[in-house]
C-alpha cells in the first residue's frame, strides 16, 4: 500500500495504473462503514484509492472541524488490511492553497434538509469531492447510503458536469443494535449512546407503518416525531420523507422516498435514513 501526500504525486501514481480504479474518499477515523466501501471497491475493480482528508470547507464556523476525530495510524493500518492500493492523504494547504477561489455550488438538492441547518456544507463537499474526482480519476467511486443527501448531491455533481465516472451507492452499516456507524458515534457517552437509538427505531417505525400500507407522509413524519419526542437526550432537527431523487418534500409517498432525520443527541447532531421503493 502506498502513502501518498501530494496531487503531483497521487496523479503520477494514477496514471501508472492500467485497469479499472475503484476510489473510496474518506476524512479518516475509519469505522466497518468505511471499510464496506473499500471492500466494494477492491470486489468491483483492479486498484482501490481511499482518500482520508478532513476538509475544512465542509464544516461551518461553529462546527467540529478542529475536533473531528483523527487516528492516521489505526487508519492506515485498517486500509492495509483491507488491500487498498494508494491512499492519498493531502494537506489543507496542498488542496486550498493560498487565493484559492473556484467552487462548486449546485442549486435546489443543497438547498433543503442538511443545507437549511449546514449552510456552505454541501458547496465544500462538492468542491473537494470534484477535486478528488480530478485527481485520482476513478472509475467508479463508492459513499455511503448514510449520507443520503450528499449521494445526491454527488450523483447529480457528477450527471451535470458529465464526469466519467460511475457513482455506487453502498448501504449503511449498522451496530448490532440498529445505531448507523458514523465516526461522531465517538462523541456519545454511555447514557447518550443509549439515546441514539431512537434514530434508528423512527426509522423502523416509519418502514412499519409503509410496511403495513400508509402513504400518507404526513401521518409518518408525526409518528417518527411523536416517537423521537419521547426520548429526553433528543432535539430533532428535521424529520423529513422526500422523494428519493429531488428531495423535495411528499405529501403522499407514490414513488422511490428517502425518510431521513437529524437529530441532536446531547451536543451531537446525528443523521439516519432509509430508502422505500415502491
Ligand atoms: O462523507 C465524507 O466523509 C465527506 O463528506 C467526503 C465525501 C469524504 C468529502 O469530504
Known sequence: MRVV??????????????????????????????LELARRSRDENRYTVVSIFVNPTQFGPKEDFAKYPRDTERDLAM????????????????????RYSTWVDLEKVTERLEGTIRPGHFRGVATV?????????????????????????????????NMNLEVIAVPTVREPDGLA????????NPQEREAAL???????????LWS????????????????????PLGTIDYVSVADAETLEELAKIDRP??????????????????VMAR
Not at 14 to 30: A, D, E, K, Q
Not at 86 to 97: C, G
Not at 181 to 188: E, F, G, T
Open 198 to 208: 431512537i434514530l434508528s427505531k423512527s426509522l423502523s417505525l416509519a418502514r412499519k
Open 181 to 188: 456507524m458514523s465516526s461522531r458515534n465517538v462523541y456519545l
Open 212 to 231: 403495513k400500507g400508509e402513504r400518507n407522509a404526513d401521518i409518518i413524519r408525526r409518528e417518527m416525531t411523536s416517537l423521537i419526542e419521547t426520548e
Open 5 to 34: 501526500h501530494t496531487i503531483a504525486g497521487m496523479k503520477e501514481a494514477r496514471h501508472r495504473l492500467r485497469g479499472s480504479v475503484g476510489f473510496v474518499p474518506t476524512m479518516g477515523y475509519l469505522h466497518e462503514g468505511h
Open 129 to 161: 469531492v470534484a477535486k478528488l474526482f480530478n485527481i485520482v480519476e476513478p472509475t467508479r467511486a463508492y459513499f455511503g447510503q448514510k449520507d443520503a443527501q450528499q449521494l445526491v448531491v454527488i450523483k447529480k455533481m457528477v450527471a451535470d458536469l
Open 257 to 274: 422516498a428517502v425518510v431521513s432525520l437529524a437529530v441532536k443527541i446531547g451536543k451531537t447532531r446525528l443523521i439516519d435514513n432509509i
Open 79 to 98: 486500509l492495509k488490511k483491507e488491500q487498498v492500493n494508494i491512499v492519498f492523504m493531502p494537506s489543507a494547504e496542498e488542496m486550498y492553497p493560498p
